[in-house]
């Protein structure tokens, strides 16, 4: 079935077959095929949890101001298109790690000096990743305590408290110490960015300090069910919604890390997700940074304007072994034009007009399901998505070639864009690029710190960085850049390793919030300084 209150990805994903989903990189993300059930996202008034008083199968858990994670069986996806209390739903996407001399070349310092002492004290750092070695000396406090406050581990589903962890840091055995609190960060990501925010250096005597290095934490591992180990949009909003509340529980300021992006939407700050991001910086006293992600120079971005009477042809390179692809085409709606799709063969189908529902293609060993997208309440934009699955094992490579066929144009604006790099082999990527609008999703969030890297050994944007601004709204995006190449910081273990990215940038700016937090809010000196005012000054 289809809604007009569902977005087109996820219409697309309900018509698709079980092996259309199993292939894609975008429609089984959310999908339980065992039970066949849903995990949807949700913007609602009124009284949400109706649904599941009228059909117990349907499992509501709300957030805060009024969205609403939804675990839906198939067979009732009807009942909650129909729901009077429902606005609008989206499907989970799939998120990936931002990664690829810090502190000085941010001029953190001359604040960490005899002269202002800020070092967080009083402000909250919550990192949202892919967890922490909570046993490393530098979250620890002199005496060998926890500075963590609480850890989430949503792979678990179980928050573990301050208690519990020291509790695990009394015992000598790893494995004993693992028997009371089961939570490990097996990527190192989330351990290397809050240390860079908040660690305290403690491992290196002082040496590898990060920024708000006594600032307490509030630690959420994000959950990782999905086969190649990201967390799901849902996943994060679940996050932030429990170190929000958190930290309004305990009536402290709070600073917010998200160093995961994806590539997939608008980009220009509509999505569910970015619209609760936004509200959710508007709640308690909050700021919130967000990594602009690693696909500057990564070939997955590409757009122009298109003329009246001129056809556009779009070349696209698919690499050796390439076993899945997608590709979004944004457009005005007041733009009419059809698609013509060539393969590497020459041979090609179309133009393929816009109709309504799934069209389905087979050229050479790849089948292609594309999708003309329809207005919706929270998109200005229209999205033709194209899904390129093999047939056997792997897409057809070679030089596939878009072309936008126009009809009618009044704007004439396009923008493509690829999955992310992370799931992408090296040769696939548009072969003329466009290195702006490359920010990943939810960076693109109007209220958020926006953050790039730059290289401070060469005082240059890192090459990698993705850029601004946003689609169409053009909000000048990123805010800042912050160091993000080489950088040290703490590994599970209790030592140290270098990492580069926008994943490493973003906590030199959480970790500057918190001071500014401290300064402002925890000393008296400006009450208000949190979200609007920090970004402000950024």
């Not at 993705?466 to 689609?471: D, E, N, S, V």
Request: net charge negative; glycine share 10%; hydrophobic share 35%.
């Amino acid at each position: 079935m289809e809604s007009e209150k569902f977005e087109n990805l996820l219409n697309l994903a309900l018509n698709a077959t079980e092996r259309e989903r199993e292939k894609s990189l975008n429609l089984g993300v959310g999908y339980e095929p065992q039970e066949n059930r849903w995990e949807l996202i949700v913007k609602y008034s009124g009284d949400i949890n109706r649904l599941s008083r009228e059909n117990p199968e349907i499992k509501v858990e709300e957030l805060s101001n009024e969205y609403a994670i939804l675990n839906v069986p198939e067979s009732a996806m009807d009942q909650v298109a129909k729901a009077v209390e429902v606005e609008y739903v989206e499907k989970p996407k799939r998120m990936y790690f931002a990664v690829r001399e810090g502190k000085r070349a941010s001029c953190i310092p001359p604040l960490q000096d005899a002269r202002y002492n800020l070092t967080g004290k009083g402000v909250i750092v919550a990192i949202l990743d892919s967890g922490i070695d909570y046993s490393h000396p530098d979250f620890r406090n002199a005496d060998g305590s926890t500075r963590i406050l609480a850890l989430y581990d949503e792979t678990l589903d179980r928050e573990f408290s301050t208690e519990e962890i020291n509790q695990a840091l009394k015992v000598e055995s790893e494995q004993e110490r693992f028997q009371i609190v089961p939570s490990r960060d097996t990527s190192g990501h989330g351990t290397h960015v809050a240390g860079i925010a908040a660690g305290n250096g403690r491992a290196s005597g002082g040496v590898n300090k990060g920024v708000a290095y006594e600032s307490p934490l509030l630690i959420v591992k994000l959950g990782t069910a999905d086969r190649n180990g990201f967390p799901r949009t849902t996943q994060l909003m679940r996050g932030l919604d429990y170190v929000v509340n958190k930290s309004l529980e305990l009536q402290m300021p709070m600073a917010v890390n998200i160093s995961f992006g994806n590539n997939y939407g608008s980009h220009s700050g509509t999505a569910l997700l970015e619209t609760y991001i936004n509200d959710m910086s508007n709640y308690w006293k909050t700021s919130i940074s967000v990594g602009t992600g690693n696909e500057g120079t990564a070939r997955g971005h590409t757009s122009g304007i298109l003329k009246e009477g001129r056809q556009q042809e779009i070349e696209l390179g698919v690499g050796n072994y390439e076993t899945a692809l997608s590709l979004q085409i944004w457009k005005s709606y007041v733009d009419e034009y059809d698609i013509l799709l060539i393969h590497p063969s020459g041979k090609s189908i179309g133009p393929i007009r816009q109709i309504q529902g799934p069209q389905r293609f087979i050229m050479g060993q790849t089948e292609i399901l594309l999708y003309y997208g329809e207005p919706s309440p929270y998109n200005l934009y229209q999205e033709m998505y194209i899904d390129f699955l093999p047939s056997q094992s792997y897409i057809d490579e070679g030089v596939w070639r878009v072309v936008l066929v126009p009809e009618r144009i009044i704007s004439g604006n396009y923008d493509l864009w690829l999955p992310g790099q992370a799931v992408l082999n090296q040769g696939t990527g548009f072969l003329y690029p466009v290195e702006e609008t490359t920010l990943t999703i939810p960076s693109t969030a109007e209220k958020v710190i926006s953050v790039a890297a730059y290289d401070a050994r060469y005082n240059q944007l890192a090459e990698f960085s993705g850029r601004g601004f946003t689609r169409q709204t053009n909000q000048v995006k990123p805010d800042l850049a912050a160091p993000g190449v080489e950088i040290r910081s703490a590994a599970p273990g209790g030592g140290y390793a270098v990492r580069s990215g926008t994943s490493m940038a973003t906590p030199f700016v959480t970790g500057s919030a918190a001071l500014l937090m401290q300064w402002g809010i925890v000393e008296g000196n400006d009450p208000y300084l949190y979200d609007a005012d920090i970004i402000g000054l950024s």
